[in-house]
C-alpha cells in the first residue's frame, strides 16, 4: 500500500487542477501541487525522459524572456546557496537539469513553464509563482555567458500556440493582456511594504500626467 508521504510520479503537460495563470505563493506549494517538482532546482526532469517543467526566476542574469519565447539558461555554475546570479565556474551537460532540458530538445516533449516574481521581465508575476503553460524547447547548446567568462548552457523556448494568452504587467502592479484577449489577472494586491507605497505613489503620479495628456490609461 503506498504511503501518503510517497512522492508523485512525475508526467509530461498538464497537471490536474492547475490552469493556465494559477499562482502560489512559494516554490514548496508547487511542488506539493506537483508543477514543479523541486523545491530548489530550476529544472525538473530526468536524462532520460527529458525535462518536465522549468522555473524562471531570474536567477541567471543570461535569461531573456520575451512572452511566447524564453532564451533560458541552464543549472550549475555557481556556488550550492549563492543567490547574486553571479558564476564562478562553467556549466557542465553532465549536471542533472542540463541533461534533462537537453534531452527534451531532441524529443519535443513539451515542458511546463512557471514564473517567478524575481524575474525581470513585463511577464513575471507580480507575486509568488504563476504557471504560464506548456513550452517546447527548440534548441541548447554552450557560449559563453555575457561577461565572456564562463561557459553556460541554452535553451531556445516556445510556447505551444494555441494556449490561454500570457498576463503581461504595463507598469508597476498593473497587467494587461496580450492583444485579442480579455482582461484576466486580478489587480495587485494592495502594498503592505514602505518599497510598494512608494511604488504605488509614483504609478499614481503616472497615471495622473498620463490623463492630463488626453493618454489610455
Given at each position: 500500500?503506498?504511503?501518503?508521504?510517497?512522492?508523485?510520479?512525475?508526467?509530461f503537460?498538464?497537471?490536474?487542477?492547475?490552469?493556465?495563470?494559477?499562482?502560489?505563493k512559494s516554490?514548496?506549494?508547487?511542488?506539493?501541487?506537483?508543477?514543479?517538482?523541486?523545491?530548489?532546482?530550476?529544472?525538473?526532469?530526468?536524462?532520460?525522459?527529458?525535462?518536465?517543467?522549468?522555473?524562471?526566476?531570474?536567477?541567471?542574469?543570461?535569461?531573456?524572456?520575451?512572452?511566447?519565447?524564453?532564451?533560458?539558461?541552464?543549472?550549475g555554475g555557481?556556488?550550492?546557496?549563492?543567490?547574486?546570479?553571479?558564476?564562478?565556474?562553467?556549466?557542465?551537460?553532465?549536471?542533472?537539469?542540463?541533461q534533462?532540458l537537453?534531452?527534451?530538445?531532441?524529443?519535443?516533449?513539451?515542458?511546463?513553464?512557471?514564473?517567478?516574481h524575481?524575474?525581470?521581465?513585463?511577464?513575471a508575476?507580480?507575486?509568488g509563482?504563476?504557471y504560464?503553460?506548456?513550452?517546447?524547447?527548440?534548441?541548447?547548446?554552450?557560449?559563453?555567458?555575457?561577461?565572456g567568462?564562463?561557459?553556460?548552457?541554452?535553451?531556445?523556448?516556445?510556447?505551444?500556440?494555441?494556449?490561454?494568452?500570457?498576463?503581461?504587467?504595463?507598469?508597476?502592479?498593473?497587467?494587461?493582456?496580450?492583444?485579442?484577449?480579455?482582461?484576466?489577472?486580478?489587480?495587485?494586491?494592495?502594498?503592505?511594504?514602505?518599497?510598494?507605497?512608494?511604488m504605488?505613489?509614483?504609478?499614481?503620479?503616472?497615471?495622473k500626467?498620463?490623463?492630463?495628456?488626453?493618454?489610455?490609461?
Amino acid at each position: 500500500m503506498s504511503s501518503k508521504m510517497e512522492r508523485p510520479a512525475q508526467r509530461f503537460g498538464e497537471i490536474p487542477g492547475a490552469s493556465v495563470g494559477t499562482t502560489w505563493k512559494s516554490r514548496k506549494e508547487c511542488f506539493d501541487a506537483g508543477v514543479h517538482r523541486q523545491i530548489e532546482a530550476g529544472i525538473s526532469g530526468t536524462e532520460a525522459d527529458g525535462a518536465f517543467s522549468i522555473v524562471v526566476s531570474g536567477q541567471y542574469k543570461d535569461d531573456k524572456d520575451d512572452g511566447d519565447k524564453i532564451v533560458y539558461t541552464g543549472s550549475g555554475g555557481r556556488k550550492l546557496g549563492d543567490r547574486t546570479r553571479e558564476l564562478d565556474h562553467d556549466q557542465q551537460w553532465s549536471d542533472f537539469g542540463n541533461q534533462a532540458l537537453r534531452k527534451s530538445s531532441e524529443t519535443g516533449k513539451p515542458v511546463r513553464v512557471i514564473r517567478g516574481h524575481e524575474l525581470d521581465s513585463e511577464f513575471a508575476p507580480w507575486e509568488g509563482f504563476r504557471y504560464d503553460g506548456l513550452y517546447i524547447c527548440k534548441r541548447a547548446w554552450k557560449e559563453k555567458d555575457r561577461d565572456g567568462y564562463y561557459d553556460i548552457c541554452r535553451y531556445i523556448m516556445e510556447r505551444v500556440p494555441g494556449q490561454p494568452p500570457l498576463r503581461r504587467r504595463l507598469t508597476v502592479g498593473r497587467y494587461r493582456p496580450l492583444p485579442g484577449s480579455e482582461a484576466v489577472q486580478p489587480p495587485a494586491p494592495a502594498p503592505v511594504t514602505g518599497r510598494q507605497r512608494i511604488m504605488q505613489l509614483q504609478q499614481a503620479v503616472l497615471d495622473k500626467d498620463a490623463s492630463s495628456l488626453g493618454l489610455p490609461l
